[in-house]
């Protein structure tokens, strides 16, 4: 009879620290040998009641959600600073009306400080597509496409605050420490790729978001989970050895590490720990390989880096994110489950994110020429390719801006009241708008939505129902959407 | 069968009465209850919240109300549902309704008032079950089982563990492992306790010795190492979430908090009783502990920078402070998630929200900052500086004898800007701005023996220079004889006239020139008596030059004129100092200085006034103007009068028979009274205001006609008020009252602000009798005060900061904007509940905890109060769950699980403990001890459980996968900080040095380029890794991946994830094969040449072994064709290395 002292209702407990995988692990077995067996003996994993059945040598191996999935693999463009809505996707034609007057009933001091007066959108709107949505004039690359794209206009924030806000749409919580979405997806699903991290976090040439690596870590999720980051300028660190180290000395080492780690598993027969590290270092081998041949992408194609807008030499940061939105497509191919890609850095008064404070206008000109094309050029190939079939693409900022300017500046305060995303790809209705903020853009009146609505959607798409999805973390059974959300489904095919 | 009976029976009953009789419920309604109602309505299901098998849930009724209306069945609920036939309300809702017989009998029932007498069963079900929780009881006495030795415990010695262990599993036909072997045991033991390797020579000589006692005697080495604390405190830091960074996107340095992690090294080294430690967490300023009160403020926190400038994100910032403060609290001493009743009733403990907010006012008067450390060294340094305190008393008695003289005489600061006392004749083309700076000529000189400090306001104006061409004039506006010293504006452009014309003009009449005398020709391009050299190119002060004495009219007018030379003209203050009548006699020597004797600004706190010694019976002091235009009535603490012919004694007490007389008094009560003047005491509560704003003055009379020669004044000599300071004022004395000479005034001190070293000071002014080293005098007492103030400022910790508490309400759903109820500080009412510790006595009976530190007043304040109460709560030996939760985070973390498998949450939802009466026989022996967590270790290290072999026996592990049941010790991966600090250890790197300020990871901190690595390492870096500045939710380059937590949620237990990055940073990381050199440095420095030597040797050190032969083989190859450090670089990569056996 099987001791148990405890069902194991604790979801995760002793995930990936179970020590007797191979019940009766053969010593003479290789690497790769080992590797296989796991392979066939991939439902000894660890039977959590609601997590993943999770293989501790193989933990990306790909698995079953909770249902039949419309989409395999997220691609998320996240515009860090808080990207207007009204100079993007959210037309107010009465706040054009009431330019330059004080607003009835508005905040007379917001996160920055005082109110000033009423602004209209900074850009001029067009109709575009059969649709016929108001999209703004700085970015018609994007607004092309509007006949295909789901918005959701109605988000809300908890925080007006960047990083609490990067927490709270990245890992739904705005403290530190969460798992972030894609940690959560991959320990859902593993991954397709076996040579290539399964989560994959694509900083900003200009530099990493305000809540850093919050927004790819793995929070209390096994850190085997976390995104790995890197972008087109950027390598994994560590990925290849020092130059010092020469080829035929890293293989001799690596030829000696796996005798004696084979020596050291044969005298601890049934020890998953010490096979699963002679697996990790095989999958160490592959990406040392994998990596750097998808990051080269020199073998793109000049049309393709002219459609991405990655041939302008004398425009680096244009380039950079143009090459980081390349990058992303082919990992996207590759099956890599999870892609974040950025768009903006730091806080830095504005100029290098959409923290558009002070003189939003110049600001955006910047980044909306940065964003838009080559944003645009990666939906669109991704959907020529037929990639957005099982791909679903996100849109999205961690919060909307005020109606109004700033007393004393040409720009806008933080607004966590009512601000756009756009979904697109599978599963993903098309030409939909979903959701409705005041006439002047201030606050989400109609199907007000929060940002864990987003995320338990973004999981549904995924097959997974963001209610079962869940880590015993410090005794309390953690979700993605914490006790909250609701899946949009207006916007759902 | 049984069950139907009484119902039988009761149906006879009731035929046979019909309604005449009382109804006997237990024999005919409680039946009907249970046979139709209690499947959904009972003890295990409670449909909408109704239960209706037992007394209480009958009449509380379910979530829509009560269900019965006693005495009246045709409004009850009940009785509508039971005879409903509606399928939508109808009761039960499937099956069969009641029979007719005994829906009449329950409408009989309950009109008849609807008796239930209560029944044991009624009460235990009353009772929450929630509150027979296991963790919720007193931890109770229990018997160590009696094990049968079987075989393979034969030969060991078990101890009361062991017998726990065994007992367990035998009842599940488990047995222990064979004892692990000698250099297993040794490397196991220090791992796990130091996380640190053993070295080869212990390893050998622990494996040689045949001593009974060895093992037992490397336990105690190991409970002695100092490397122990080490060890250890990162396992709390782990749980408190300790970091050295404030958290959130901006995530900047929390440079103090070191000193918590010191604490808490120090605290397990020398084995603080661990419920002294716990009051410390929570009350250490009470405990001379400051360091302690870390704990409570040790998660991120949003500075006021990150937080909105509206009321209520300030408000929402406020209240996650607090709530990261008790969800800290709760889980870490209680193992309490206690979180989520910040919105609603917990879900599954009986917490409630009421209680999370109680708990909430504990807090209330805990912010997030630095406070001072008033450790044992912090009191040493206090009782240094109060020895210093006589020898500066007397350095300052000596000193003060040769304070400057004050002037009688007029003392004129006539700046150029102030145009009361200046006319330009020129429009001006502006100012020239003296640079920040104290170099002289900048704004912030104090002065050197050849200059007086800037007192040109650090400003000087600038004409354009016409040679010839009056400027400007200054207008002194007095009468007499005085020295006169210049100053203008310098530049080293050399665009400033080389020779500007300083003018008299004795009748001020400019149109007149017959009474002009030029005074003086000054180079604007030098500083004052400066003749050769360059300048700077920059505005500067030329400071004073000296051109001798002049006589003025009250008319009198002095003119700056344009030189030959240059473009500019300048103008800066000027000073004139009355030549008294007299002459040069007495104080001659400073007349013919260089400088004017310009003494001290006015100081609030106290001012000497040095005259040449004069006989007098009366002094007065007589205020012109106080600080701020004249606000306030000024006030005096204290007139003091002293004659250096009675060193030290103060001739104004009224002890002593002096009176005080004054213009007029603000009270004549209270504190601010006339006798104040001269009581003796200093200090604002002591002190003397006049009735007149910026006026008024006050005298005092001595008994007789005494020679005086120095007379001290203040504000406020506690130096706590600065305000209704006299700034113009004038000291007079007289033998009869009626005519009065002055002997000191305000005029010749610099105005307040202006830079001034009163040694400098006092050096230039030295009287003809000062001693030859009185700069060497003044600069030793500058010393000691420097000395003194060093030894009394008290080092910062990053801890909780303490204030009057705010009130505490009910927040609706946790929102600040949705007050509820008021709460006062009061422990979870389950607590109380139970009985198990008498809450609000306890809490009376411990208000003096022995060893507590008072504060100034000899009392604790209300704040501390209240920490302190909940702080002896947790830390009573009655609390059923502090002692369980410690002993159980201390088995973890040797076994790498616990006895309860959720740390951190020994609630409803958490684990059950595997051996739940082990588990009690720790605590109680935990608290037994005194709380000794060394007395645990040892426990455990001593015991057979702990030093079994790690094999796994695959017939054992069919029955117990897990090793709940401890039939092998589970060897594990070393978490991150001691795989690098072996490594360290093993490349001879390590550098031992401990405590103190964090070393950085990092090569810069935040912003867009996040944290770069380090690339280049000092011996510092070279430190234990929890001597590191922990950087919040950043992973340290290299060994961050080995799941070392982020600090931002508590990590109780840590994961042990095997992952591709990891191995990409082990194997190709710069930093290992760096250390893989070093490491096979010192394999060949000890000596060793022979490849077979140095491949051994490598084994030895890294993994505690020799090579086996198939090891050597291939290493030996492998060394021959690619160096030694290829074969260290593997070592460091083994399994075997980095995992504890």
């Known amino acids: 009879m099987k001791f148990n002292t405890q069902p194991l209702t604790h979801a995760g407990r002793g995930l990936l620290q179970r020590r007797d995988f191979f019940a009766q692990t053969a010593s003479s077995l290789s690497a790769i040998a080992l590797t296989q067996m796991l392979n066939q003996q991939g439902l000894l994993a660890a039977d959590t009641a609601s997590g993943p059945k999770i293989d501790p040598s193989r933990p990306h191996a790909p698995r079953q959600g909770h249902y039949d999935a419309k989409a395999k693999n997220v691609l998320v463009i996240f515009c860090a600073g808080a990207c207007s809505q009204l100079e993007t996707w959210d037309y107010k034609p009465e706040l054009i009306k009431q330019d330059g007057k004080p607003m009835p009933g508005g905040p007379s001091v917001t996160f920055q400080g005082p109110a000033g007066n009423l602004a209209k959108p900074q850009y001029e709107f067009r109709p575009y597509g059969e649709t016929g949505k108001m999209v703004s004039d700085m970015i018609p690359h994007l607004a092309q496409q509007v006949d295909d794209f789901a918005f959701v206009h109605t988000l809300t924030s908890k ?193 290098l994110n959409w923290d558009g404070h002070s003189a939003l206008r110049e600001q955006y000109d910047i980044h909306g020429r940065i964003m838009d094309q080559s944003s645009a050029a990666l939906i669109r190939d991704l959907r020529q390719r037929g990639l957005l079939e099982d791909t679903l693409v996100v849109w999205c900022t961690e919060f909307g801006r005020m109606p109004m300017f700033q007393k004393g500046a040409f720009g806008r305060d933080h607004n966590p009241n009512g601000f756009t995303a756009v979904l697109t790809g599978a599963g993903v209705k098309r030409g939909v708008s979903h959701g409705v903020t005041d006439e002047l853009g201030f606050k989400a009146v109609e199907n007000v939505l929060s940002i864990h609505d987003l995320n338990a959607t973004i999981l549904h798409l995924l097959g997974l129902d963001h209610t079962k999805l869940t880590f015993t973390h410090n005794g309390i059974d953690r979700r993605l959407t914490d006790v909250h959300g609701h899946v949009i489904r207006e916007i759902l095919v | 069968m049984n069950r139907l009976l009484p119902i039988l029976v009761l149906l006879a009953t009731a035929d046979a009465v019909s309604g005449q009789q009382a109804i006997d419920f237990e024999k005919t309604v409680r039946p009907i209850l249970q046979k139709h109602c209690s499947e959904c309505h009972g003890a295990k299901t409670q ?133 692990a072997d000698r250099r297993t045991l040794i490397r196991r033991a220090t791992l796990d306790m130091t996380g640190l390797p053993a070295t080869p020579d212990r390893i050998a000589q622990f494996a040689n010795e045949n001593s009974a006692n060895a093992w037992s005697n490397l336990v105690e080495e190991l409970l002695a190492s100092p490397h122990y604390g080490e060890r250890w405190a990162q396992h709390w830091l ?71 400038a509206d009321d209520v994100s300030k408000r929402l910032a406020r209240q996650d402070a607090l709530d990261e403060i008790i969800v800290g609290t709760s889980s870490t001493m209680l193992g309490l998630t206690i979180g989520c009743a910040r919105c609603h009733d917990h879900k599954f403990d009986p917490i409630t929200a009421r209680d999370y907010y109680s708990l909430q006012a504990y807090f209330a008067g805990v912010e997030y900052g630095d406070r001072p450390l008033r450790d044992a060294d912090f009191e040493k340094k206090k009782s240094q500086a109060a020895e210093l305190n006589q020898q500066i008393a007397e350095l300052q008695t000596q000193l003060q004898s040769y304070e400057p003289l004050a002037r009688a005489g007029r003392t004129l600061l006539l700046d150029e800007e102030n145009k009361a006392v200046v006319t330009y004749l020129k429009q001006e083309n502006g100012p020239g701005t003296n640079p920040a700076g104290t170099k002289p000529g900048y704004k912030d000189e104090t002065g050197t023996l050849e200059r007086v400090g800037n007192i040109s306001q650090g400003r000087y104006t600038w004409w354009n220079n016409v040679p010839g061409e009056d400027v400007m004039t200054y207008n002194p506006g007095v009468a007499g004889h005085f020295q006169l010293w210049l100053s203008w504006g310098a530049h080293g452009s050399g665009v400033h006239t080389r020779d500007a014309r300083y003018v008299l003009d004795r009748d001020g009449d400019l149109s007149t020139q017959e009474d002009q005398t030029e005074l003086a020709r000054v180079d604007q391009y030098y500083l004052a008596n400066v003749t050769e050299g360059h300048t700077e190119q920059v505005p500067l002060w030329s400071g004073l030059k000296n051109v001798g004495q002049i006589e003025l009219s009250s008319a009198s007018k002095i003119i700056l004129r344009g030189g030959d030379t240059g473009t500019g003209i300048t103008a800066d203050i000027i000073v004139l100092q009355e030549v008294p009548p007299q002459g040069l006699a007495g104080d001659g020597k400073a007349w013919l200085d260089a400088l004017p004797g310009l003494r001290a600004p006015v100081s609030p706190v106290q001012n000497i006034e040095h005259f040449t010694p004069v006989v007098a019976r009366f002094v007065r002091f007589t205020t012109f103007e106080t600080i701020n235009n004249n606000q306030h009535e000024p006030c005096l603490d204290e007139l003091e009068i002293y004659s250096s012919r009675i060193p030290g004694r103060n001739l104004a007490l009224a002890s002593a028979g002096v009176k005080p007389t004054s213009s007029g008094n603000y009270s004549d009560i209270g504190i601010h ?102 700069s060497e005098l003044v600069s030793e007492l500058e010393n000691l005060r420097s000395q003194k103030t060093a030894l009394e400022t008290p080092v910062m910790v990053f801890g909780g900061t303490f204030r009057e508490p705010d009130m505490t309400y009910v927040l609706q759903r946790g929102d600040p904007e949705q007050k509820m109820d008021a709460t006062t500080p009061a422990i979870p009412v389950v607590f109380a509940a139970l009985n198990s510790v008498a809450a609000e006595s306890t809490l009376d009976s411990i208000s003096s905890p022995s060893g507590a530190i008072p504060n100034n007043d000899g009392t604790l304040t209300a704040e501390q109060q209240r ?215 010192r394999i060949v420095a000890t000596g060793a040449t022979s490849l077979e030597a140095q491949v051994s040797s490598a084994f030895e050190i890294s993994v505690g072994r020799k090579p086996s032969e198939t090891e050597k083989t291939a290493a030996e190859a492998v060394v021959r064709d690619h160096g030694l450090a290829t074969l260290c670089r593997v070592l460091f990569n083994s399994s075997e290395f980095l995992f504890i056996p």
């Open chain 1, 159 to 351: 925080t007006n605050t960047h990083g609490p806000a990067e927490n709270f749409l990245s890992t739904g919580f705005v403290q530190d420490g969460f798992p972030s979405i894609g940690a959560w997806i991959t320990y859902a699903l593993g991954s397709e790729n076996q040579d290539l991290p399964s989560f994959v976090a694509i900083p900003d040439p200009r530099g990493i978001p305000q809540a850093s690596i919050n927004n790819w870590g793995p929070g209390f999720l096994p850190a085997v989970f976390q995104g790995t980051a890197f972008n087109s300028s950027q390598p994994i660190r560590n990925l290849s050895p020092p130059a010092s180290i020469s080829g035929g000395k890293d293989l001799a080492a690596r030829d000696l590490l796996r005798r004696i780690n084979e020596e050291h598993l044969k005298l601890n027969p049934g020890d998953s720990d010490l096979a699963a590290r002679i697996a990790s270092y095989e999958l160490a081998a592959k990406m040392q390989l994998s990596v750097p041949e998808i990051s080269d992408l020199s073998t793109e194609p000049e049309h393709v880096l002219k459609m991405y807008g990655a041939d302008d030499p004398n425009d680096p940061i244009k380039t950079g994110y143009a090459r980081n939105c390349i990058l992303a497509r082919r990992l996207i191919e590759k099956g890599v489950r999870f892609v974040q890609l950025f768009n903006g850095a730091y806080a830095s008064a504005g100029r």
């Open chain 2, 673 to 774: 009274q006339l006798p104040h003047i001269n009581d003796g005491q200093y200090g604002n509560d002591h002190s003397w205001i006049s009735d007149q704003h910026g006026g008024g003055w006050v005298q005092l009379e001595l008994p007789e006609a005494t020679e005086i020669d120095r007379v001290f004044w203040g504000r406020d000599r506690n130096g706590k008020f600065p305000d209704r300071l006299p700034i113009r004022y004038e000291i007079t004395t007289s033998l009869d009252g009626q005519n009065w000479t002055t002997v000191a005034r305000h005029e010749d001190r610099v105005p307040m602000g202006v830079p001034f070293d009163a040694v400098q000071a006092l050096v230039r002014s030295q009287p003809a009798d000062a001693p030859a080293n009185l």
């Open chain 2, 238 to 308: 782990d749980v408190i979430r300790y970091a050295d960074t404030h958290g959130f996107e901006v995530n900047t340095p929390r440079e103090n908090a070191w000193h918590y992690r010191d604490y808490v090294i120090g605290a397990l080294n020398e084995d603080k009783p661990y419920d002294q430690f716990v009051r410390e967490q929570l009350a250490g300023d009470v405990f001379n502990a400051d360091a302690a009160t870390g704990f409570m403020v040790a998660s991120a926190v949003l500075l006021p920078g990150q937080i909105g």
């Open chain 2, 867 to 1081: 920490r302190l109460n909940l702080a002896n709560w947790i830390a009573s030996p009655n609390n059923p769950l502090t002692a369980r939760v410690m002993v159980n985070r201390i088995w973890l973390n040797h076994f790498g699980r616990g006895l309860v498998d959720t740390p951190s949450d020994f609630g409803v939802n958490g684990a059950k403990p595997s051996h739940p009466e082990l588990l009690d026989w720790l605590a109680a022996e935990f608290i037994r001890s005194g709380w000794s967590i060394k007395h645990m270790h040892r426990l455990i290290l001593n015991s057979a459980t702990y030093q079994q072999a790690s094999l796994i026996d695959s017939r054992a592990a069919e029955l117990d996968r897990d090793n709940e049941l401890l039939w092998r010790f589970t060897s594990r991966r070393m978490e991150s900080e001691s795989i690098r600090d072996c490594l360290l250890s093993t490349s001879g790197e390590l550098n031992l040095q401990m405590g103190g300020p964090g070393f950085s990871f990092f090569k810069s901190r935040g912003g867009l380029d996040g944290f770069p690595p380090l690339e280049e390492f000092t011996p510092n870096e070279m430190r234990r890794m929890i001597y590191s500045h922990k950087v919040r939710m950043e992973q340290v380059p290299v060994f961050g991946a080995f799941d070392c937590p982020d600090a931002g949620q508590s990590m109780p237990r840590r994961g042990r994830s095997t992952t591709a990055i990891q191995a990409l940073n082990l194997f190709n990381s710069p930093f290992v094969a760096d250390q893989s050199e070093r490491f096979a440095a």
């Open chain 2, 47 to 179: 449909k909408s919240g109704l239960r209706l098998d037992a007394r209480h849930g009958f009449f509380k009724g379910g979530d829509g109300g009560p269900v019965v209306v006693v005495g009246k069945s045709s409004e009850s609920e009940l009785v509508r549902r039971i005879v409903s036939t509606s399928s939508d309300d109808k009761m039960p809702p499937e099956g069969t309704s009641l029979p007719p017989d005994e829906i009449e009998l329950i409408h009989r029932w309950i009109d008849a008032g609807a008796e239930w007498p209560e029944t044991d069963y009624d009460r235990e079900a009353a009772i929450d079950p929630r509150l027979k929780h296991w963790a919720f009881q007193p931890v109770q006495p229990v018997a160590v089982p009696e094990v049968s030795e079987s075989a393979e415990v034969l030969g060991r010695r078990l101890n009361e563990i062991d017998r726990f262990v065994l007992a367990k599993q035998y009842e599940h036909g488990l047995k222990f492992s064979a004892p």
